[in-house]
C-alpha cells in the first residue's frame, strides 16, 4: 500500500503541477510543484503513521495515536503557513498541487479495491 | 439574488405584470421606488390558490365519514389541518362564546391558515413571505377591522354599539368630562389597532427572514453537519439501519469530516464577503482577520478531532479483531489524508482571507 500509494500521489502531482505550469506560468506552475511535494512527503508521513498505529495497536495507547497525530498536523500546518506567508509561494498553485494528495490517495484506494475483488472472484472461481 | 427578489421573478411576463401594476396603479410610496412591488401579491395568490386545494381536499375527506370516525394514528396533512382549525374554534370561543366562534370560524380560520403558510413559505430558500409587507398585512387587518365594526353594529345595534364607546355607566357629575375622554381615547384605540397589528407582523417577518438569511449565509453547510447526528439507532425496527449506518464505517468517517469542513470554507468566505461589503476600512480588516482566524482554528480543531477519533475507531477495530488489521489499515490512511487535506485547503482559504 505505501509504494502503491506514494506511486500514486506522485504521479497525480507530476500531473499537477504540469497542469500548473501549462495553464497558470511559471509562478503557479512552481507553486504547484511545491504542493506536490507537500502532498508526497505528508502522503509517506501518513501511511508511515497509519502503519505503526495499526501494527503497534497492542502497545500504542489511543492518545498517543492522536498525540502524533495532532502533531503532524501542526508541523504540516506551519510548514505551510510558512511556504505561503514567507516564501512567496502562490496559493492557487499551491492548493492545485495539493490536489494530488486527494487525487493519489482516491486512486490508490480505488485500484487497491479493484484489485482485491479481482484477487477474491479468482479465489472463489478457483474454489468453485 | 437580489434583495427584496425571489423565485417568482423568473415568471414569464412577470416584468409586463409589474410595470402594467405601475402604470394603473402608480408608483408606490411605501417602498421608495418608481416600480410597485408585486412580489407579495404573487405569492399571496400562491398561498390562496394552495388553500383552495386544500379546502377541496379536506372538504372531500369530511363527506367519506368512515374515514374519520377513529383519529389517525400518525401526522397527516389532514391532521395537521383539523388541529389548526380545532385550535383556532377552541380560542375563539373561550374569548367570545361558542355561538360567535362559530359564525366567525370561517374568517379567523382562513386568517390564521393564510397567516401560517405565507410566514413558513418564507422559510423556503428563494421565497419572500407576503406578510412581510404592510400591503398584505394592512389589508388584511383591514378586513378584520370592518367586519368587527359592521358584526357589532349588527348584534346591538348602532346607538347601543357605540355608545359603549363612551365608557361604563357613571354619576352624571364624573360623566360629563370623563364620558367625551373615553370617546376620543376608544376611537383612537380602534383606529390605531389595524395599523399596529399590520406593522407588528410585517416587522416580525421581516426582521425574521433577515435574520434567517443571515444564519442560513453564515452556516449554509450546517445541513451537511447534520449527518453527523443521523446515526441514532431505529429502536422500533432494530434491524432496520438508517442514514450513515448503512455506510462503511471509514466511509461514514469521511463523509462526517468533509460535512464538518464544509461550513468552516463557508463561513470564512461569508465573512469575508461581509467584511468586503463593510463601509469603513477598519471594519474590513476586522472581519477578514476574524474570517482567517476562525477558518484555521476550527478546521485544524476539527481536524486534530476528527484524525483522534480515525486512529481511535481504527485501534478500536483492531483490538476487537487483530486479524483485520489489514483491511483497516487502507481506509485509515485515506481519511486521514483527505482530513488533512481540508484542514490545508482551509489554511489556504485562510492565508487568502487574511487582511
Known amino acids: 500500500m505505501k509504494t502503491r500509494t506514494l506511486r ?3 504521479v497525480a502531482a507530476l500531473m499537477l503541477s504540469a497542469l500548473g505550469f501549462v495553464l497558470g506560468g511559471v509562478s503557479i506552475g512552481v507553486s504547484a510543484a511545491v504542493g506536490g511535494i507537500v502532498a508526497v512527503l505528508d502522503a509517506w508521513a501518513i501511511t508511515w503513521l497509519a502503519k505503526r498505529i495499526v501494527r503497534g495497536a497492542g ?12 502533531a503532524k ?3 504540516l500546518l506551519s510548514v505551510c503557513w ?5 516564501w512567496g509561494v502562490d496559493p492557487l498553485g499551491f492548493s492545485v498541487g495539493l490536489g494530488a494528495l486527494v487525487l493519489g490517495m482516491l486512486y490508490a484506494g480505488t485500484e487497491l479495491a479493484v484489485l482485491q475483488t479481482h484477487a477474491q472472484r479468482e479465489a472463489q472461481t478457483g474454489e468453485g | 439574488m437580489p434583495h427584496g427578489e425571489s423565485w417568482f421573478s423568473f415568471l414569464p411576463y412577470y416584468e409586463a405584470f409589474q410595470r402594467w401594476i405601475s402604470q394603473t396603479l402608480g408608483t408606490s410610496y411605501m417602498e421608495h421606488t418608481s416600480r410597485l412591488g408585486v412580489q407579495h401579491v404573487i405569492a399571496y395568490a400562491v398561498v390562496v390558490l394552495f388553500l383552495v386545494f386544500v379546502g377541496f381536499y379536506v372538504n372531500r375527506r369530511l363527506k367519506s365519514p368512515e374515514d374519520n370516525i377513529l383519529p389517525e394514528g400518525k401526522v397527516t396533512f389532514f391532521g395537521f389541518i383539523e388541529t389548526i382549525v380545532r385550535a383556532t374554534y377552541g380560542m375563539s370561543a373561550d374569548l367570545m362564546g361558542p355561538k360567535p366562534a362559530k359564525y366567525f370560524l370561517p374568517l379567523i380560520g382562513a386568517c390564521a391558515l393564510v397567516i401560517f403558510f ?17 400591503n398584505t398585512t394592512f389589508a388584511m387587518a383591514m378586513v378584520i377591522f370592518v367586519t368587527t365594526h359592521v358584526y357589532g353594529v349588527k348584534e346591538h345595534g348602532f346607538v347601543k354599539y357605540f355608545s359603549h364607546f363612551f365608557g361604563p355607566k357613571v354619576p352624571w357629575w364624573i360623566a360629563w368630562f370623563i364620558n367625551p375622554l373615553m370617546f376620543v381615547i376608544e376611537l383612537i384605540s380602534h383606529i390605531v389597532r389595524p395599523i399596529t397589528l399590520a406593522i407588528r407582523l410585517m416587522a416580525n417577518m421581516t426582521a425574521d427572514h433577515l435574520v434567517l438569511g443571515i444564519f442560513v449565509g453564515l452556516f449554509a453547510g450546517l445541513g451537511l453537519v447534520l449527518v453527523r447526528f443521523n446515526t441514532k439507532k431505529n429502536t422500533r425496527f432494530p434491524s432496520r439501519k438508517r442514514g450513515l449506518r448503512r455506510l462503511p464505517k471509514m466511509k461514514k468517517l469521511a463523509l462526517r469530516l468533509v460535512s464538518f469542513a464544509a461550513p468552516l470554507a463557508l463561513t470564512a468566505t461569508a465573512f469575508a464577503q461581509e467584511a468586503a ?15 482567517a482566524g476562525l477558518a484555521i482554528g476550527v478546521a485544524a480543531f476539527g481536524g486534530a478531532l476528527g484524525q483522534g477519533r480515525a486512529a481511535s475507531a481504527a485501534l478500536e477495530g483492531i483490538a476487537r479483531n487483530p486479524n483485520a488489521s489489514g483491511n483497516i489499515l487502507v481506509p485509515l490512511i485515506l481519511g486521514l489524508a483527505l482530513i488533512e487535506s481540508l484542514v ?12
Not at chain 1, 510558512?82 to 514567507?86: E, H, V
Not at chain 2, 490545508?344 to 487582511?355: E, H, M, N, R
Request: charged share 10%; no cysteine; aromatic share 6%.
Open chain 1, 8 to 10: 500514486s500521489v506522485s
Open chain 1, 59 to 70: 502497545a500504542l495507547d489511543r492518545g498517543f495515536a492522536a498525540v502524533l497525530l495532532g
Open chain 1, 73 to 75: 498536523l501542526a508541523i
Open chain 1, 82 to 86: 510558512a511556504l505561503l506567508a514567507r
Open chain 2, 118 to 134: 405565507s410566514n413558513a413559505m418564507g422559510l423556503i430558500p428563494g421565497f419572500l413571505p407576503p406578510t412581510d409587507n404592510l
Open chain 2, 277 to 291: 461589503d463593510a463601509e469603513g476600512q477598519a471594519t474590513a480588516i476586522a472581519g477578514r482577520a476574524l474570517a
Open chain 2, 344 to 355: 490545508i485547503y482551509a489554511l489556504v482559504i485562510a492565508f487568502q482571507v487574511q487582511p
